[in-house]
């Protein structure tokens, strides 16, 4: 079994910065990829960015350059730093986690609210 928990998140202001962490535990052996989903209220569930177990990134276009992934491989978490963050980024953020045996898992979700 394999558990996803999740930290960080909460509320800023406009143009603030916050961080999010997400540790994995269980039987992982190897992993494929981990990442940052979001969901807005009424809105589907969209990539934020994510990182390979080699270090390739990958960010949406709407965050490139405010965010940062990156991954702590012995610890098998993946963290999300969030700069010059905008209303438009409030949601709830997901991470994910893809095995090299192809199974996925997510994460129970945490809130980020962007407003002044």
């Known amino acids: 079994q394999v558990q996803l928990v999740e930290s960080g998140g909460g509320s800023v202001q406009p143009g603030g910065s916050l961080g999010l962490s997400c540790a994995a535990s269980?039987?992982?052996?190897?992993?494929?990829?981990m990442g940052w989903y979001r969901q807005a209220p009424g809105k589907e569930r969209g990539l934020v960015a994510d990182?390979?177990?080699?270090?390739?990134?990958y960010y949406a276009p709407s965050v490139k350059g405010r965010f940062t992934v990156s991954s702590d491989n012995a610890k098998n978490t993946v963290y999300l730093q969030m700069f010059n963050m905008k209303p438009e980024d409030t949601a709830v953020y997901y991470c994910?986690?893809?095995?090299?045996?192809?199974?996925?898992?997510w994460g129970q979700g945490t809130q980020v609210t962007v407003s002044s």
């Open positions: 269980g039987t992982i052996g190897s992993w494929f990829g």
């Open positions: 990182i390979s177990n080699r270090g390739s990134t």
């Open positions: 994910k986690l893809v095995l090299s045996d192809g199974g996925v898992y």
